[in-house]
């Protein structure tokens, strides 16, 4: 499990190029968050990252493991509005 702390991710969000990813949290995070040892540090970098997106400074993306959990990523943004929009990649759907 990587917990990253809020000090740790605030040094990593300032120092990352725009469209840098930045790896915040390995695991089940909404399960996580309410139970186990780590349950405040946790809960504290959840926080931060869904703050920092509400604020137009991220947009969060998760990696499924193939094990059980998931990657969570925070990927900067240039702070302009509407910028979320185009950190999108496009969908191509092949059927």
């Not at 790896?23 to 040892?37: A, H, K, P, Q, S």
């Amino acid at each position: 499990m990587v917990v990253m702390t809020i000090k740790e991710f605030e040094t990593a969000l300032h120092n990352a190029p725009v469209g840098g990813k930045i790896l915040y949290y390995t695991g089940l995070l909404i399960l996580d968050r309410e139970v186990g040892r780590q349950f405040a540090a946790i809960h504290a970098i959840g926080t931060a990252a869904w703050e920092a997106y509400k604020a137009g400074k991220v947009t969060l993306v998760q990696k499924s493991l193939p094990c059980f959990g998931a990657e969570y990523y925070a990927v900067k943004l240039s702070g302009k509005r509407n910028d979320r929009t185009s950190a999108r990649k496009p969908l191509s759907l092949r059927w």
